[in-house]
C-alpha cells in the first residue's frame, strides 16, 4: 500500500456522457493508493507530488488524440 500523500485527489478528464479518457486518483476503496485510468484500464503509480502529477495530467491532456 502507498503511503498518504496528504492529499484526497481527483484529476478527472472526460466526455459530456461519462466516457473516462484520462483519469488520476487515489479516491476509491483501497485507501491511499494512487492509480491512472485510460478508459476501462487502471495502473497503479507512484505518487511523484501533486504539482508534478497535474503537470502529467495537463500534458498527457494534451497528447490526446482529438
Not at 503511503?3 to 476503496?29: F, I, P, Q, V
Not at 502529477?53 to 495537463?58: E, K, M, Q, Y
Amino acid at each position: 500500500m502507498t503511503r498518504w500523500c496528504g492529499y484526497d485527489y481527483t484529476m478527472h478528464y472526460g466526455t459530456t456522457d461519462g466516457e473516462t479518457l484520462l483519469r488520476y486518483d487515489n479516491a476509491h476503496e483501497r485507501p491511499h493508493g494512487h492509480e491512472r485510468h485510460v478508459g476501462d484500464d487502471v495502473t497503479e503509480i507512484e505518487f511523484p507530488g501533486i504539482i508534478d502529477l497535474f503537470d502529467r495530467f495537463r500534458r498527457e491532456i494534451n497528447e490526446l488524440p482529438p
